[in-house]
T-cell receptor, first 112, second 112 residues
């Protein structure tokens, strides 16, 4: 089955700096890659996603890039703010079934 | 706005007890999922359901069962709780073939 690896497990940045979180996947049939943000004690929320026919997608300070050849996709957060501090995790969907494989998550800490 | 609710936020049970976790969604979603979230392992799929009375095993179904008698409700059952089932349990739902999953707030279960 699919295997999704996520790095780093923790990331600490200064406010205003950029943060990058990377996920790799194993199954070339994976075609949809969402990123979730989970604040302490709250439910995961979808923040951005990308499909396999697109190389990059941007939404204000958040962007996701996909390299299908290398089988990796990354979350980029620019101009980080303290409220960006949270747990982030990636996922990959194989085929057309709504079955996802998740990365182990990254705890992002943005220092004021 | 999609709303996914879970019956308890925190639960403490003893080894051998039967445990019921309930999930309810109010958006007429066909698909419902149960995951467990453990540090360093990410979300792992326990069971999912594409329709009423329909269920499919996920990646880690051992020790669990599910019930979907009504479209809006998906129950996770631990027949005989064990300490290694101490975890955060997250329910999610999605509509048809659409990829976006909406998560519940989670139930943190401690089995003593």
């Amino acid at each position: 089955g699919e295997n999704v690896e996520q790095h780093p497990s923790t990331l600490s940045v200064q406010e205003g700096d950029s943060a990058v979180i990377k996920c790799t996947y194993s199954d070339s049939a994976s075609n949809y890659f969402p990123w979730y943000k989970q604040e302490l004690g709250k439910r995961p929320q979808l923040i951005i996603d990308i499909r396999s026919n697109v190389g990059e997608k941007k939404d204000q300070r958040i962007a996701v890039t996909l390299n299908k050849t290398a089988k990796h996709f990354s979350l980029h957060i620019t101009e980080t703010q303290p409220e960006d501090s949270a747990f982030y995790f990636c996922a990959a969907r194989v085929g057309n079934f709504n079955k996802f494989y998740f990365g182990s998550g990254t705890k992002l800490n943005v220092k004021p | 706005d999609v709303k996914v609710t879970q019956s308890s936020r925190y639960l403490v049970k003893r080894t051998g007890e039967k445990v019921f976790l309930e999930c309810v969604q109010d958006m007429d979603h066909e698909n419902m999922f149960w995951y467990r979230q453990d540090p360093g392992l990410g979300l792992r799929l326990i069971y999912f359901s594409y329709d009423v009375k329909m269920k499919e095993k996920g990646d880690i179904p051992e020790g669990y069962s599910v019930s979907r008698e009504k479209k809006e409700r998906f129950s996770l059952i631990l027949e005989s709780a064990s300490t290694n089932q101490t975890s955060m349990y997250l329910c999610a739902s999605s509509l048809g073939q659409q990829e976006t999953q909406y998560f519940g707030p989670g139930t943190r279960l401690l089995v003593l």
